[in-house]
């Protein structure tokens, strides 16, 4: 994919490129001690995590959480395909954010996510918050 000006804002771990996802997942998560289950939007990365014990190496993909739901999220990973679809051949640079919008179903069962993208401006261009530059 040739989105390496997009990013993507994850629920808890700051920025991702939008280029470097390879899959896209929803799962429940189990009730944890007085916690209800709640549903994650998952990116899966191209890259790969892994850890050692005295068993050997255990490498697994890279997830990262978009956003979370206390039901689950119907129609989100068709949503946020759609969105990169179609920022896709228009060589855009921003940030993809996702939300929860309404509840989808009467029933409660079911949550509603969008996907939004904000572009970058051009008014700060080869600047940073650090520099300073005249006297």
Known sequence: ????KVWVRTFTDGLIRADQIIGLSTHPTPA???KPAHWLVDATLAVSVG????EGLNISALHRTLLQ???EP??????FAQLL????DRDPSGIITAKL?????????????EF?????????????SGDHTGS
């Open 69 to 71: 739901t206390r039901t």
């Open 1 to 4: 994919m040739g989105l390496a």
């Open 85 to 88: 679809s179609r920022l896709h």
């Open 32 to 34: 944890l001690s007085g």
């Open 101 to 113: 919008g309404e509840t989808a179903a009467p029933d409660g069962r079911t949550s509603r996510v």
């Open 74 to 79: 119907v129609g989100a990973l068709e949503a």
């Open 116 to 128: 939004g993208f904000t572009p970058f401006t051009d008014a700060v261009q080869g600047t940073t």
């Open 51 to 54: 850890s050692g014990g005295q």
